[in-house]
């Protein structure tokens, strides 16, 4: 094996951890900056999807500065490679794995080199839940590189696992959890996210059904990790989605949303334990206020709700203006996956999950 893979073990390093970052889309591009500017990392490549990124500098491709990350150089010495072999053959510790799409050859392949995987891909949250073939072949390739693999951002990982973990340590009965996400996307300036892929600016007959399947598996692995952490297994998982129409034609920053087109979509998981609502995720994005239903829609951020002997609701607004929200709203995804890389270096082989792995931490100097 090329990498120096995992040996399920605790103990950090003598040396910076050597980190591959693999793509550099949004969330990618953040966490790049935070591993070169990171003072226990060294980044030792860079995979692009692009080929007119390959051969540039990885600070070019994320835009960091000089005075950003401490007296770094222009350059970080780093060219881009769309070779999977070129990433084989480097000394590296984890690869922070941040494509489109999931590739399990690839992964399988790193995996069993040596380098251990975070992912921000929705696929590894629990291994119960995987698709068994899957989750056949990459338990023996973490195996055979002695590495380990773990999925985890901002939602779903942060929100719908590390979160009501710590909620229910108060509880010692637990009735209900409801995990509410808001997502204000009215200065999103992205057309063709928000009406080609997520269907907003439809007629409601062009919108027939809201896309709820695609949730169904990263959220309902999450709660249901959730759920077996509590020792209270969920029973089935449920997946409902609803939405709005404007109630007047707005401006947003994508476009025009016409009156009486699909203004905001509302998706819910529910996992359910003995015939009862247990644990449920909603998430609420929308481009306006101004709808014709009656919803309750709050700025962007979330809201969790505990029912149980220690009731709790808690609300976690992200404070930044509305024209910066494109700028910072990555790192809320892409720094716990950079936190999370001394954990799952430091892990036994396999497939971790955040039961496993309860220690990720920001190790700021």
């Not at 999977?84 to 489109?100: F, G, K, N, R, T």
């Not at 700028?327 to 890389?341: G, K």
Request: aromatic share 6%; glycine share 8%; with cysteine.
């Amino acid at each position: 094996m090329t990498g120096t893979g995992s040996v399920g073990t605790n103990a950090a390093p003598d040396r910076p951890y050597r980190v591959v970052q693999w793509a550099t889309g949004t969330i990618g591009a953040r966490a790049l900056r935070q591993v070169i500017g990171h003072p226990r990392m060294q980044l030792a490549g860079l995979w692009v999807h692009s080929p007119d990124k390959v051969g540039r500098d990885a600070s070019e491709l994320c835009g960091v500065e000089t005075d950003e990350v401490g007296g770094l150089a222009d350059t970080t010495g780093v060219a881009a490679t769309n070779r999977l072999d070129d990433i084989l053959e480097l000394d590296a510790d984890c690869v922070l794995y941040m494509p489109q799409a999931c590739d399990a050859d690839e992964v399988c392949r790193l995996l069993a080199s040596g380098l251990n995987v975070v992912t921000t891909r929705s696929e590894f949250h629990r291994p119960a839940s995987m698709d068994p073939d899957l989750r056949r072949r990459v338990e023996d390739a973490c195996a055979e590189g002695g590495t380990s693999i773990h999925s985890t951002g901002s939602s779903p990982g942060f929100i719908t696992e590390a979160v009501p973990l710590v909620l229910a340590s108060v509880q010692r009965r637990l009735d209900m959890m409801t995990i509410d996400e808001f997502a204000d996307l009215s200065r999103r300036d992205s057309p063709e996210l928000l009406f080609e892929v997520m269907g907003f600016g439809r007629a409601p007959a062009e919108f027939a059904e809201v896309r709820t399947e695609h949730a169904r598996s990263p959220f309902g692995q999450s709660l249901a990790l959730v759920a077996d952490g509590l020792g209270l297994p969920l029973d089935k998982i449920d997946v409902t989605g609803e939405f709005a129409t404007a109630s007047r034609t707005v401006e947003i920053a994508a476009g025009r949303l016409e009156a009486g087109t699909v203004a905001a979509q509302r998706i819910t998981v529910t996992g359910t334990r003995d015939g009862e609502p247990l644990l449920r995720f909603r998430a609420t994005w929308y481009c306006t206020t101004e709808l014709d239903r009656l919803w309750d829609v709050r700025p962007t951020g979330w809201r969790v709700v505990v029912d149980g002997d220690a009731p709790l609701d808690i609300d976690m607004t992200f404070p930044v203006p509305m024209e910066r929200m494109a700028a910072v709203s990555p790192a809320y995804t892409a720094n716990r996956a950079v936190n999370a890389v001394p954990a799952v270096c430091g892990a036994a082989p396999g497939i971790r999950t955040t039961l496993d792995l309860p220690g990720i931490t920001a190790l700021l100097a």
